[in-house]
């Protein structure tokens, strides 16, 4: 599953610096916010030097903590649980197949990362260096194919 940074939003917005608020509020300062192109250069480089090195450290941290949620999983999951959590795989696996099966390579992409990713329509665009309205075509389309071969999707599965 892919997640969207500070730093990765910020480093694909070549002509603004941008920063998310506590509250996820996304602000962009374009050089326009600045006296100078030189200032808003200055000022660019270090935002994506200083979020890069946030990132990394924040990776370094992730490899080395683990939640106690996952050590209370991994005390108390029974081997009923495992078969059952293999099987709902599988299941999930086979029926993302299903629909991958009706798309084309590149509305499959688009519409997992949408779903699964936890990117939005213009995240999607800017890793892509596509418009947002594209990203958006592109997975109403995928949505509208799915729903127009439901049945062929659908056959055989247990969820229905």
Known sequence: MKTVTDYSINKYNKDAIVYVDANGNETRLTVNDFESEEEFRLWKEWSDNNLHEI?????????HCISA?????????????????EEAEEEFDELLKRICDVLTPIQCDRLLIYLEGGLNEEQIGVTEEVSHQAISKSVQQSINR?????????SGNNCL
């Not at 990132?55 to 490899?63: F, I, L, M, Q, T």
């Open 55 to 63: 990132e990394k450290g924040d990776h370094v941290e992730a490899s």
């Open 69 to 85: 949620e996952d050590v209370i999983g991994a005390l108390f999951q029974s081997a009923e649980d495992e078969l059952l959590r």
């Open 146 to 154: 799915i729903r127009s071969k439901q049945k062929k999707i659908f």
